[in-house]
């Protein structure tokens, strides 16, 4: 990678962040370019220059904080290990990131009940082609049970993850280990064979 393309990414990445963090803060319709410019330090011609409008900067944003999920719980996926293992793992992985990074949290959830979210045609939450991927193996070497749509066990993965950071987040009830197996094995013991 070449001294500017280097330069470059830093600036993109600090831009994301800053975005990130102005929604989670204003909501899309309460941050403005001219914010994100001022609170990141890129110019907003400079911005304007990768991003032709706010609502092509939204998008990219998401798919920054969409990738960084994935690489959060897919990411460290050990296929060495038993399928309940990797769920689990996946999940808790999913949730510590969450944790981690209220503000991808806040913007996802945001994106999801705003008038972008109709924008995408081919949209899959956070990293629901990957979980597909990991339930279609499941079910593959008989792990899991072949008679439940993967949209459903997706729903129940994802949104027990979100809530549950969104709790820790909001009233400081953070899960420890033997609460997350609990609440993975809620869910596994409804899908496996």
């Known amino acids: 990678m070449n001294v500017l393309s280097e330069i470059n990414n830093k600036k993109i990445e600090a831009l994301f962040l ?80 969450l944790i981690a990074h209220p503000e991808m949290l806040s913007y996802i959830s945001q994106y999801y009940s705003s008038p972008y979210c109709g924008q995408v045609e081919d949209d899959t939450y956070c990293f629901q082609g990957e979980l597909a991927l990991f339930l279609n193996n499941a079910v593959r070497d008989n792990c899991i049970k072949d008679n439940i749509p993967h949209h459903l066990i997706s729903s129940i993965f994802l949104g027990s993850v979100v809530n549950s950071a969104r709790d820790w987040i909001k009233n400081k009830n953070k899960l420890d280990e033997q609460g997350i197996r609990a609440l993975v094995d809620i869910i596994w013991e409804g899908i496996k064979i």
């Open 18 to 97: 800053t975005t990130l963090e102005l929604v989670a803060k204003y909501g899309f319709h309460g941050t403005s370019m001219s914010m994100i410019s001022k609170e990141s330090g890129i110019a907003i011609g400079t911005i304007y220059h990768y991003y032709k409008s706010k609502d092509e900067l939204i998008m990219a944003v998401l798919e920054y904080a969409k990738k960084k999920g994935m690489e959060a719980s897919f990411g460290k996926d050990n296929i060495e290990l038993d399928y309940y293992t990797r769920f689990m793992l996946i999940w808790s992985h999913l949730y510590d990131h």
